[in-house]
T-cell receptor, first 114, second 113 residues
Framework: SQTIHQWPATLVQPVGSPLSLECTVEGTSNPNLYWYRQAAGRGLQLLFYSVGIGQISSEVPQNLSASRPQDRQFILSSKKLLLSDSGFYLC?????????????FGQGTRLTVV | QKEVEQDPGPLSVPEGAIVSLNCTYSNSAFQYFMWYRQYSRKGPELLMYTYSSGNKEDGRFTAQVDKSSKYISLFIRDSQPSDSATYLCAMRGLEGSQGNLIFGKGTKLSVKP
């Protein structure tokens, strides 16, 4: 069965510090991978998605970047965090074939920038 | 007009009540419709998944899609305190950026014992 791992669960970082959040998927090949941010009252905002190694699409211009160094690894990064980067970050995967399928989420990372 | 509209609630019901959760959308290209349940400080988990119009039932949960009205619903029968969570609707089209999920903001449900 497929599983998705996301870590850390909680992170407190000072303004201006770097960020690296990692997500890995097991039990599937060539998944589509996604990073979402969820802020209170604002729903899930798609930040990045990737259909393959080294292929990253950005949905929202911002202080963050993403990379996919391996088929089942997706990394969210920032060189210098802003207060506005605080939020709940979720990694997700799906496999699109033909019409498409649903997405499955990790347990999230709660980031607080202080 | 936002692509997906969902009443944020909160919605409070007594145990055993029938719960109706709804979303409306504007993009007629959406073909796949999902409901996710999210407990506090956890990632969303998939509850129901339907394609195009129609009904789908799974235990106490029923999902309905009316594409002509661009309206989807999730019904929960015999609601339990363990159903207390935020419910997110999501939908997608077929290809390109339309293949990415678009989420509602979620409705917070509280089922009182």
């Amino acid at each position: 069965s497929q599983t998705i791992h996301q870590w850390p669960a909680t992170l407190v970082q000072p303004v201006g510090s770097p960020l690296s959040l990692e997500c890995t998927v097991e039990g599937t090949s060539n998944p589509n991978l996604y990073w979402y941010r969820q802020a209170a009252g604002r729903g899930l905002q798609l930040l990045f998605y990737s259909v393959g190694i080294g292929q990253i699409s950005s949905e929202v211009p911002q202080n963050l970047s993403a990379s996919r160094p391996q088929d089942r690894q997706f990394i969210l990064s920032s060189k210098k965090l802003l207060l506005s980067d605080s939020g709940f970050y979720l990694c997700a995967w799906s496999v699109l074939s033909g019409g498409g399928t649903e997405a499955f989420f990790g347990q999230g990372t709660r980031l607080t920038v202080v | 007009q936002k692509e997906v509209e969902q009443d944020p609630g909160p919605l409070s019901v007594p145990e055993g009540a029938i719960v109706s959760l709804n979303c409306t959308y504007s993009n007629s290209a959406f073909q796949y419709f999902m409901w996710y349940r999210q407990y506090s400080r956890k990632g969303p988990e998939l509850l129901m998944y339907t394609y195009s119009s129609g009904n789908k039932e799974d235990g106490r949960f029923t999902a309905q899609v009316d594409k002509s009205s661009k309206y989807i619903s999730l019904f929960i029968r015999d609601s339990q305190p363990s159903d207390s969570a935020t419910y997110l609707c999501a939908m997608r089209g077929l290809e390109g950026s339309q293949g990415n999920l678009i989420f509602g903001k979620g409705t917070k449900l509280s089922v009182k014992p």
